[in-house]
Nanobody
């Protein structure tokens, strides 16, 4: 299975970006699709997740600013990021969980830089 994250870039504070994660080559049913990020000098943290049935959850720090969505038919996940802040800077990784297991697969990450 391959996860290809894209959409990162440099944006000014208050701006927006839309990340995409395309999953290919999977032979399993994807349960949870999620975005994680790792800021400079920080640990990787969960940003947002979406279950196969549409339930979503967000980190408190992005609630109301980020929106995660997915297209199950196309195995694609998106995250619309609005009102970006410098503290949102980091490498954003997508991850998927195989239904019925604890197996998680990771993408290579896309860099988001928010300037003040």
């Amino acid at each position: 299975v391959q996860l290809q994250a894209s959409g990162g870039g440099l944006v000014e504070a208050g701006g927006s970006l839309r990340l995409s994660c395309l999953v290919s080559g999977s032979s399993f049913t994807i349960n949870v699709m999620a975005w994680y990020r790792q800021g400079p000098g920080k640990q990787r943290e969960l940003v947002a997740a979406a279950s196969r049935f549409g339930a979503t959850n967000y980190a408190n720090s992005v609630e109301g600013r980020f929106t995660v969505s997915r297209d199950n038919d196309k195995n694609v996940m998106y995250m619309q990021m609005n009102s970006l802040k410098p503290e949102d800077t980091g490498v954003y990784y997508c991850a998927v969980n195989e239904e019925g297991t604890l197996n998680t697969h990771w993408g290579q990450g896309t860099l988001v830089t928010v300037s003040s």
